[in-house]
């Protein structure tokens, strides 16, 4: 969606429709006389953005509420995308949209308008930040799945939210249709948790699937992933943990109550991982993934994304591809798990859907000041972000092989107080070009680093060799 | 607790505490004025049962909330249990109970009190149905555990809330720890459910695990759980589903909107289930557990709670001795697991204490009248309860050897259109007392039963057999 003037363009507005009102001041009076005035009348709800999940969205709203309630409770009233005029024809066709909805290409049409409820769906930071802004500053509540905007400005929206009396929800921006937003939200916000670890990224867990199953190269997982679509062209995002961390900063907001920018967490890029790492992992009882990971210890909070090595038997290691699983680890309740659809548009959409339920009930009760989001009222930690976890360590070096290599590794090693748990070396190997594993006892990351520049600098080594963290 | 008369005992109150005062009447009112007042005031809570629960929230309570707000925004008040002026003293060496507080061995105190919130956990359908009854009438809001309660008389209760335009919250009272309730009521009520199946009951998992993995008998199972504190000196509820059952209930209300009474929902019991079922299970690929499962189709809910043959790889045949785990299917968002501590005090308190912090929090947002419980809003469902699933079964035998046996059985399945998938039988066994296991291709329940009582009343048979589904 391009960026758009202020000025409302009202040429586009279909003629019979109620045009739009500009309401910009006093928003909470606004809210609050509504909600005093006449709480049973139906909530007004505006979607911006008709992609994969706005329109799964909307079609399972007009088969289930909408259906159900005829209009009483809830009225889908403008549907917003660019072009929509042109491509309105093909969706209306596919799904049985209310004949009264204001479709538009034009967002302020919505700011602009009585809406109660705006879901925001088209992603990125811009225009979709000034769109969730101008929401909350208008008076309407806000339901997004829009994790990178949540990701960075989620504590300052909220609080925005929170001063205008109003809603912002983002169940829908981690893990798609696992409900674990809400769940850390709800039912485990008595708890203290100190930790939260996860498979976050669909893409990633199919490439290292189907690594792990074919035993292809990183390049041809890939470019099957892109084939059957559950890779973008550009997948730098995905693959490099762009994705991930944005994911692992919301669920430190709302589970750790830390308030992380998602840069300050170091992802490490699934593109270096081979089919020989499968081998070397399965040996170790292990397989990989991507794992993102967030650990509370005092004032710091340790937090990575990268391809880790796995047990096999383990949760993390028995998630299918387009699976999402988080384990929270809390002070009183212990360890959790959830397990879902990670992504799609139908698993999306009802985690949209059930934001919008929850916010509408709250405007039906009468309440027009909902005191804002729960992760508002308990007091945010901006803690020191560190990825010096303390683990078991997985070396996987490429060689030109001659006599003298592992004792002159174990030498460096040795010299940084590292402990070798053992050493793998398959066989059949061209010897111009040798993979082998060292594996680590447990020792800091901060610890392992200056013995990886060294032995990256070494002139049998082709190139620096692979690290990645065990996780028991 | 024993009944209490609903004259105050005032002797019993500590001199220097605020008496308590009379307000039977009039609730909505003085919620309602109570919030308008002033919304910034502590929210005042009495606690109701000093248990293993009871305590583990008050601790919890003291350690977190308390210690972080002071009294700011949340007040205990009350502390109400029989006998409590004799194990006050032994209970406050161990618990930093605010001293303010007021103990008290009359729940009658509470409801005429001023507090807020009652957190209710004495468990059991009286007199704890009176306390939550009068509290709710009382226009106090209610937290509790009671699955037999909600189980009962949840329907009826969550109207009795919204009437009195107060919350009744029990999430707690299903998997303990793990926030299935509070998810299902927020992040997957977007979604149309169809199913739901748990593993719900610690001490039958306990027990099953414990006889798969020693090969002992039944009996000796139970015993040593009973030694460990796993189960009770009367462990029926538990080892014959009623437990379970209350919980399935309690799922189908809050995910399924049906209410149904768990008596209409058959328990199978697992005392009939021996080392060499999981010999066989085994040789199957399987083990066996207590699962509790609902399934709506159309207007009948398909519910039963038993032990059942699981794959070994399933998620319910991983599940480890005191966790729960609950699976649900939607519509729209596909499966979703839950994995946790399924009792135990700290993750119980957890449930509560997270139901506390929301309903205390729309309270000190301002809003008396919160709309009761989301699930009242959604039309309940009041559907046929049937336990006709449709499955594979397991049939184990206990017969008298001799010549034809396999024949017989063969006949009489034959006759009741029942297919035979494999007939397994171990050597070692004598011959006077020799189990043996059929397996049925699928077949309905109500097609499975007369053949099993044509079955039960041949000569060569010791006892009925003992018959399981097989989940896949």
Request: aromatic content about 4%.
């Amino acid at each position: 969606m391009p960026k758009q003037k202020s000025s409302l363009p009202k040429s586009r507005l279909p003629k019979s429709k109620k045009p739009a009102k500009t309401v910009a001041s006093a928003p909470r009076e606004r809210s609050a006389a509504r909600a005093g005035a006449d709480p049973k009348a139906a909530c007004r709800v505006a979607l911006i953005g008709f992609g994969t999940v706005g329109r799964a969205v909307t079609r399972i709203l007009c088969e289930t509420v909408l259906a159900e309630n005829g209009n009483g409770s809830l009225r889908l009233t403008h549907i917003c995308n660019r072009n929509v005029e042109r491509k309105k024809q093909a969706w209306v066709s596919q799904i049985r949209v209310p004949s009264d909805v204001i479709w538009t290409d034009d967002f302020h049409v919505v700011l602009d308008s009585d809406v109660d409820i705006v879901i925001e769906l088209i992603g990125g930071l811009s225009p979709a930040g000034e769109i969730v802004r101008g929401a909350l500053e208008a008076g309407k509540s806000v339901i997004t799945a829009n994790k990178q905007l949540i990701a960075r400005h989620g504590p300052e929206l909220l609080q925005l939210a929170s001063a205008n009396g109003v809603r912002l929800e983002f169940g829908a921006s981690v893990a798609g249709g696992v409900p674990v937003l809400p769940a850390l939200r709800t039912g485990l916000c008595g708890d203290r948790l100190h930790g939260i670890a996860g498979i976050l990224n669909g893409t990633c867990n199919y490439i290292l699937s189907r690594i792990e199953s074919a035993r292809i190269p990183f390049s041809e997982a890939l470019e099957e992933a892109q084939a059957r679509g559950f890779a973008e062209a550009d997948a730098s995002e995905d693959l490099d943990g762009g994705d991930a961390r944005a994911k692992l900063a919301i669920l430190a907001l709302a589970g750790l109550q830390c308030h992380v920018a998602p840069e300050s967490i170091r992802a490490r890029s699934i593109r270096t991982v081979e089919a020989v790492d499968f081998d070397y992992a399965s040996e170790l009882g292990c397989t990989i993934r991507q794992i993102s990971r967030a650990d509370l210890k005092q004032d710091t909070l340790f937090a990575e994304v990268g391809p880790s090595l796995v047990p096999v038997s383990s949760p993390f290691g028995r998630v299918q591809s387009n699976q999402n699983l988080v384990l929270t680890s809390g002070k009183y309740g212990g360890d959790m798990a959830f397990l879902g659809a990670g992504a799609g548009g139908d698993p999306t959409a009802v985690a949209v859907i059930s934001d919008l339920m929850l916010v509408a009930q709250s405007l039906a009760g009468g309440n027009g000041r909902k005191g804002g989001a729960e992760v508002v009222t308990a007091a945010l930690l901006s803690p020191e972000t560190s990825c010096d976890f303390e683990t078991p360590w997985y070396l996987r070096f490429l060689v030109r092989d001659r006599p003298g290599i592992v004792a002159r590794l174990a030498q460096i090693l040795s010299a940084h107080q590292l402990n070798i748990d053992a050493v793998l070396q398959n066989p059949g190997f061209d010897k111009a070009s040798l993979p082998f594993v060292i594996t680590l006892e447990p020792c800091r990351d901060s610890q392992l680093q200056p013995a990886l520049q060294e032995m990256a600098a070494l002139d049998f080594t082709i190139r620096p060799c692979l690290w990645l963290p065990i996780l028991r």
